[in-house]
């Protein structure tokens, strides 16, 4: 199927977008392209997320509770237990709720957004 459009940028919210930008920045491996206390980017070159400062900003709860989650990103990785601890030493942390067996590992950002680590086939 051919679509009409190419995704160029994904913006997330959070209470400080420099940490944010260059948490995900260490994690893809991926320059921070923009970065000031109200909005930060990162790239590949070719896409972009940015991090937009939210006024009384709220983590979402994961796997459930009040604030619930809008999106998670999900990254191939070909260790999983490596990913995991270099992302917990970046900041990240591992919730007690882990759906995923030995494929893939819930992770939250430091802002408490869920991503997933996934081992690649």
Same mark, same amino acid.
């Given at each position: 199927?051919?679509?009409?459009?190419?995704?160029?940028?994904?913006?997330?919210?959070?209470?400080?977008?420099?940490?944010?930008?260059?948490?995900?920045?260490?994690?893809?491996?991926?320059?921070?392209?923009?970065?000031?206390?109200?909005?930060?980017?990162?790239?590949?070159?070719?896409?972009?997320?940015?991090? %937009?400062?939210?006024?009384?900003?709220?983590?979402?709860?994961?796997?459930?509770?009040?604030?619930?989650?809008?999106?998670?990103?999900?990254?191939?990785?070909?260790?999983?237990?490596?990913?995991?601890?270099?992302?917990?030493?970046?900041?990240?942390?591992?919730?007690?709720?882990?759906? %995923? %067996?030995?494929?893939?590992?819930?992770?939250?950002?430091?802002? %408490?957004?869920?991503?997933?680590?996934?081992?690649?086939?």
């Amino acid at each position: 199927m051919t679509g009409f459009a190419s995704l160029i940028m994904v913006n997330i919210d959070c209470a400080e977008p420099p940490a944010l930008a260059s948490f995900y920045g260490e994690v893809l491996g991926w320059d921070v392209t923009h970065s000031q206390a109200e909005y930060a980017m990162i790239s590949d070159g070719t896409t972009s997320i940015g991090f %937009g400062q939210i006024d009384a900003y709220e983590a979402p709860t994961w796997p459930q509770g009040p604030t619930p989650k809008q999106f998670h990103l999900d990254f191939y990785v070909d260790d999983l237990a490596d990913a995991e601890a270099r992302a917990l030493k970046l900041g990240a942390t591992k919730p007690d709720f882990q759906p %995923g %067996g030995d494929r893939y590992t819930v992770l939250l950002d430091p802002a %408490g957004h869920p991503f997933c680590a996934c081992l690649r086939s």
